[in-house]
Nanobody, 117 residues
Framework: VVLVESGGGSVQDGGSLKLSCAVS?????????MSWYRRPPGGERELVAT???????NFADSVKGRFNISKDVNKNMMWLQMNNLKPDDTARYYC???????????WGFGTQVTVSS
């Protein structure tokens, strides 16, 4: 399974970005809980948002009310809408199953988000 993230960029504090995740396997995106993760500079990868098979969403406390996760299994796509971005959101963002790397999946290259104050 190949995961390709895109949509990152550099924005000002308070700005918005929408990240995209293209998934090579419809089965993978349909039958797994899917998540966005991020690795801040010098930090560890952390869970940001999850969309369960049943359609429930969970968010890290730091992004609640600002981020939204969605997917379209017919398009093999997942998205992360990020609003009111803050400098602490600066990180490389990745999509994957939750738990990650189910089956043949492995981490993609990610997409960089940089928020300046």
């Amino acid at each position: 399974v190949v995961l390709v993230e895109s949509g990152g960029g550099s924005v000002q504090d308070g700005g918005s970005l929408k990240l995209s995740c293209a998934v090579s396997s419809r089965l993978f995106i349909t039958y797994n809980d899917m998540s966005w993760y991020r690795r801040p500079p010098g930090g560890e990868r952390e869970l940001v948002a999850t969309l369960t098979i049943g359609g429930n969403t969970n968010f890290a406390d730091s992004v609640k009310g600002r981020f939204n996760i969605s997917k379209d299994v017919n398009k093999n796509m997942m998205w992360l809408q990020m609003n009111n971005l803050k400098p602490d959101d600066t990180a490389r963002y990745y999509c994957n199953s939750n738990p990650p790397n189910k089956g043949t999946a492995s981490w993609g290259f990610g997409t960089q988000v940089t928020v300046s104050s």
